[in-house]
C-alpha cells in the first residue's frame, strides 16, 4: 500500500476515503457531495468521514509549513519503518 494504494489490496471503504483525501489535497475547489455519495453508499459513516477529512486538512497544513520552513524530509526507508511501526502498534503512546 505504501507504494500505491490504487493497486493495493484494501477494502473499498479504505480505497474510496483514499480516493477523496488525494482529490481533498490536490484539488481541493473540485470536492463536492458527488465525491462523498460513494463512501456513504460504501457503508462509510459520516462520522469517518469527518474525521477523515480533519486528518488530512491537518496533514496538508503540517507539510505546507514544514516546507516552507525548510523542515528535512526522511528517507524512504525511514518512512517505511515508521509505517510498518504505525500498522503494528498503531498511536498509542
Known amino acids: ?3 500505491d494504494w ?4 484494501i477494502e473499498g471503504k479504505l480505497r474510496g476515503t483514499l480516493a477523496l483525501l488525494e482529490k481533498l489535497t490536490l484539488a481541493p ?3 463536492g457531495p458527488a465525491d462523498i455519495a460513494p463512501l456513504r ?3 462509510v459513516s459520516d462520522g469517518a468521514i469527518v474525521d477523515a477529512i480533519h486528518v488530512c486538512a491537518l496533514f496538508n497544513v503540517i507539510n505546507r509549513v514544514a516546507d516552507a520552513l525548510g523542515f528535512p524530509q526522511l528517507a524512504p526507508e525511514q518512512l517505511r519503518r515508521g509505517a510498518r511501526i504505525l500498522l503494528h502498534r498503531g498511536y498509542q503512546v
Open 1 to 3: 500500500m505504501l507504494d
Open 6 to 9: 490504487r493497486t493495493a489490496a
Open 41 to 43: 453508499a460504501a457503508g
Open 29 to 31: 475547489g473540485e470536492v
